[in-house]
Nanobody, 124 residues
C-alpha cells in the first residue's frame, strides 16, 4: 500500500494550492480518504474526508468554505484544493486511507494507511 502526497509549497496569504494524493496497492474505491495536517509542536488534526464514491464530504470548521476535497477513482487520486490560505494553515499535510463501509471517517486513529506528507507554508 502506498499513498503519495504532493503539491505542497510556499504561498502568500490569500493564495491557493492543490494537493494530490496518489494511491496504489489497494482497491481505491473501497476506501474512505482523509486529509490531516500537523503544525510544528501540534497534534495531527483532521482537515477533510471524502466517501468512497466521492458523493459525501466533511470538513473541519477551520477550513470549511476555503478547502475542497475531491477524488478521481479512475486515477486512484484524491485532491485537496486550498483557497484563501492563511498563515495558520501552515503545516505538513498528510493523506490517509481506510477501507470501510462507513461514509466518512474523522478520527485519525481509525486510518490504517498514511502518506509521507507534503509541506504547506503560507507567508503573511
Amino acid at each position: 500500500v502506498q499513498l503519495q502526497a504532493s503539491g505542497g509549497g510556499l504561498v502568500q496569504a490569500g493564495g491557493s494550492l492543490r494537493l494530490s494524493c496518489a494511491a496504489s496497492g489497494f482497491t481505491f474505491d473501497d476506501a474512505v480518504i482523509g486529509w490531516f495536517r500537523q503544525a510544528p509542536g501540534e497534534e495531527r488534526e483532521f482537515v477533510a474526508t471524502i466517501s468512497r464514491s466521492g458523493s459525501s464530504t466533511y470538513y473541519a470548521d477551520s477550513v470549511k468554505g476555503r478547502f475542497t476535497i475531491s477524488r478521481d477513482n479512475a486515477k486512484n487520486t484524491v485532491y485537496l484544493q486550498m483557497d484563501s490560505l492563511k498563515p495558520e494553515d501552515t503545516a505538513v499535510y498528510y493523506c490517509a486511507a481506510e477501507a470501510t463501509l462507513r461514509v466518512v471517517v474523522l478520527d485519525r486513529h481509525e486510518y490504517d494507511y498514511w502518506g509521507q506528507g507534503t509541506l504547506v507554508t503560507v507567508s503573511s
